[in-house]
């Protein structure tokens, strides 16, 4: 009976430690896919952000850009957003390169 107490432990150990923290994010990342519906703003796992236009059975249109849809599946949905991230920090970056003076070209070609 003794032998018995440590094998069931050490089971009992890891599903809680392993199985069921893995089981509740499948379970979470299957509420928001069902939760996902046309106009949403959302980011694939892929980093791709876009507006879902369309949902079908097991995938959905996605819009990235204004008239560019592509065809996804719907479990590589990552999040739902409120609003798309802001440019601010790029547009700071645009800014400083043009500030930047160019430095002219060189050809690394030797004449012969």
Do not use: C, W
Request: proline residues 4%; without cysteine.
């Amino acid at each position: 009976m003794a032998q018995l107490i440590l094998p069931i432990l050490l089971f009992g150990g890891m599903y809680m430690l392993l199985i069921r923290p893995q089981q509740q994010k499948v379970k979470a990342q299957q509420a928001l896919v069902d939760r996902a519906g046309a106009g949403d703003r959302v980011m694939l796992a892929s980093g791709i952000y876009g507006t879902i236009t369309e949902i079908l059975e097991t995938s959905a249109y996605l819009e990235v850009a204004e008239g560019i849809e592509i065809l996804i599946n719907r479990t590589h949905i990552q999040e739902i957003l409120k609003e798309f991230p802001t440019d601010e920090a790029d547009e700071a970056d645009e800014d400083d390169e043009e500030s930047v003076e160019s430095a002219p070209v060189q050809d690394d070609v030797a004449e012969g």
